[in-house]
């Protein structure tokens, strides 16, 4: 009796101190937020490279830590090539100007994009064999794109000027099973850190353990020498030896050499002489014409779709990771779900629109404010957001729970501001031009709630004892001016 009893004993401590480690590292997590002052946020970090640039936030900012997210801006130069990379945390990249095209490397999905197989010759000669690849994605300047924990991509610029995107990382995603460190793995190329504020420390601890007494050197030689070798390298692929790699791939000493690229100076954005050859659907004729009709882009993208399921069905593919929509564009102003011709639009992504959000428990949201135009005092009931300015000018007012303004401040192109869950925010653009800015969130059905609607749906009574009004002014207040929270000064002083 006495053993079952102690191992049931056993268990629950192991149970109990297990959900105690886990409430401890959520609640040291969510201290992060007892922000007093909110800063808008530039990159703190540059990595230039052959054909682009990638800039990065330092991810112990006290505003990143309390949203439990990292940031990074990459510039592709036409022809440049963003190296095969994955990261442990989900992403969600907004295009801010420029086209491409995608592609990614799901385990278990068929190579359905190939070119027709080799066959021999009348002489006997072997012609050389045809690709075959997984599935390419388009995108261009507006478009979010959702990329799962672990999947390798890799993007192309295929336009004619440079390629910005802004890619948020939710470290602190169920997905990433590791700390909230921000880390992204390489396939190839020799990259450079883009996180240094958060890797130097792991560094060092990996030159201590690589450090041998002098005592102890001669019998370590060798070793010595293979982890020289496989440190010369920052692609995954670098920690392995040249040898190791030519018998796993069963190729040639010469080919293991390069996959490891040792020596290659070019960094994670490479430019691709010529341009890059891929098996893609899209034939110039039909980019010619996308150009001519650029102002229904919302059609074709739903024809294209829907072609593509078609073929799909009669193909006998399944609706399924290997052939899910990723992408969908958000800026587009026909697409927009809030509209005030004087103030602006807002467009909103969710896992109800775009499916494969739910896996990444992500959303995100465009905002236009024209010229003076004010998106009225709102919060997230149920996400931290984060706010990146695309073009234009403006303000934001940001009030804590102790009614503290911890943000009131002008804002401009490349700035970054977060905003926690629940903390009232208000946006206003500038007078001499409008306000343009995209906003991630972390729930994939984040929800908004509107002061101005918190008032209509309350009883006069209980806003004319709140706030000490008489009925005519709560009235004013329940049914004057827009009914929406896209808001213009000059209309709502005409109303009255």
């Known amino acids: 009796m006495s053993k079952p009893f102690l191992s049931l004993l056993s268990l629950s401590l192991l149970l109990f101190a297990s959900a105690c480690l886990a409430t401890r590292s959520e609640f040291d997590r969510l ?42 801006r990459r510039t592709i130069d036409p022809n440049g090539l963003h190296l095969p990379s994955f990261s442990p945390s989900p992403q969600l990249i907004f295009i801010i100007q420029g086209k491409g095209v995608l592609g990614l490397s799901l385990p ?85 850190t883009e996180f240094p504020e958060t890797q130097e420390e792991q560094q060092g601890r990996h030159r201590q353990k690589h450090s041998y007494p002098v005592g102890r050197r001669s019998g370590h030689h060798q070793q010595q020498e293979e982890s020289e070798e496989q440190n010369e390298g920052n692609s995954v692929l670098s920690g392995f030896s040249s040898e190791f790699l030519a018998q796993t791939f069963n190729t040639e000493e010469d080919t293991a050499k390069r996959l490891r690229s040792p020596r290659d100076e070019r960094s994670q954005i490479v430019r691709v002489e010529g341009g890059l050859r891929i098996i893609n659907p899209k034939g ?94 709102h919060w997230n009931i149920n996400a931290n957001s984060l706010l990146y300015v695309i073009r234009g000018e403006g303000r934001v007012r940001i009030v804590n729970c102790q009614g503290n303004t911890v943000f009131d401040n002008k804002v401009r192109k490349g700035q970054l501001v977060v905003v926690p869950q629940n903390f009232v925010v208000a946006e206003q653009a500038g007078e001499e031009e409008g306000l343009e800015y995209v906003v991630f969130k972390t729930n994939d059905r984040a929800a908004v709630s509107h002061v101005q609607q918190v008032f209509r749906a309350t009883p006069s009574e209980v806003l004319a004892n709140a706030f000490g009004l008489r009925q005519r002014q709560v009235t004013e207040l329940k049914l004057s001016g827009n009914r929406g929270p896209l808001v213009h000064p000059r209309s709502q002083s005409q109303s009255h």
Do not use: M
């Open 108 to 192: 278990g999905c068929p190579e359905t994009y190939e070119e027709p197989r080799s066959s021999q010759s009348r002489q006997g000669s072997r012609q050389p064999q045809g690709d075959s690849h997984q599935k390419i994605r388009r995108f261009r300047k507006g478009d979010i794109i959702a990329i799962p924990s672990g999947i390798p991509y890799w993007t192309y610029n295929h336009g004619d000027e440079p390629l910005v995107a802004i890619s948020l990382l939710d470290t602190s995603n169920i997905a990433n099973q590791l700390d909230s460190t921000p880390r992204v793995f390489y396939l190839g190329g020799n990259p450079e």
């Open 284 to 377: 110039k004729e039909e980019e010619e014409e996308e150009k001519e009709q650029s102002h229904s882009h919302r059609e074709e993208e739903e024809e294209e779709e829907e072609k593509q399921r078609s073929e799909r069905r009669k193909n006998g593919l399944e609706e399924t990771i290997c052939s899910a929509k990723i992408r969908e564009n958000i800026a587009d102003a026909a697409r927009a779900d809030l509209y005030n011709p004087r103030a602006g639009r807002i467009s909103t992504a969710n896992s109800l629109t775009l499916p494969v959000l739910r896996y990444l428990r992500l959303s995100a949201e465009y905002v236009r404010l024209y010229r003076n135009g004010i998106y009225a005092p």
């Open 31 to 72: 201290n992060q937020c007892q922000l007093d002052n909110i800063n808008a946020l530039e990159p703190d970090h540059r990595v230039e490279s052959e054909a682009g640039l990638t800039e990065t936030w330092n991810p112990n900012n006290p505003e990143l830590k309390c949203a439990g997210v990292s940031l990074i």
